[in-house]
């Protein structure tokens, strides 16, 4: 084995030390979060510059968080949406995507540039509301599901990953008198779980980050997501339902903590999913990129 020189030594830990740098700066925020929503409101308030722990450990804040009806109801809703997305969103998408990877599928090419057209160009969300209106889906939690059945990106890297898949494959299921659905099923599906799993991710993390949407579409507050009501908290400040029962200045102090208690709660159930997909993410990504 060549012994490294001097200069790739010292390039091997700049890149370290550039890697690491970057993933300080990019834990270091959800750190802060975690300690903050477990600190003493009073001496968080007091506090400035970095948070390296929590002052005086308490779970105050997740005790007013998971009393709160609206942050309940809001999991419950965004539960129901990332899981009703994801049957369809993975039915819809791996369908469209088997068919447009198909080289004898006429028309493929109009067909391809029709989609890529719209990753672009589109009606606009005033004709968009009035389409959701007319079709009745107003105020429902299927505003924010059917309307989104198909991301034109993860199509793409999707259709991408099916033609990378061998057509002696396909040929010879065909000898042995397969049709597209058992093809589909049994050949197609089977050797794309790394980007089926990468294309999951995509959409769960979509899903349960959603709230423009759902802002637009639900009036109901029953119907709201998790999100949504994170979003009142953090922007319009409203932790009301949370911290009554106490003092002005006290309950001002219970609002910083629930604040950090809230977006942990709505944060740390999608961070589990990645593990359980990171062995699939690199090569998953790796297969959609190989041919455009």
Known sequence: MKKATIPEKAFDGAIIAI?????????YPLLYVAFASVSDGDQLMSHTGLLLKPYSFNLDAYHMVFKNRNILTGYSNTLFIVFASLLINLTMTSMAAYVLSRKQVLWNPLFMFMIVFTMFFHGGLIPFYLIVKGVG?????????????????????????????????????KIDGANHFVIFTRIIIPLSLPVLAVITLYYSVEKWNAWFYASIFLKDREMYPLQLILREILIANNTDSMSGGTSMDRGVQVAETIRYATIMVATVPILFVYPFVQKYFVKGVMVGALKG
């Open 19 to 27: 890697v690491t740098l970057l993933a300080v700066i990019s834990v």
């Open 137 to 173: 889906l107003l105020n429902s939690l299927w505003s924010v599901i059917i309307p989104f059945a198909i991301n034109t990106f993860n199509l793409i890297i999707m259709r991408t990953s099916f033609m990378a898949i061998p057509d002696t494959l396909e040929e010879s299921a």
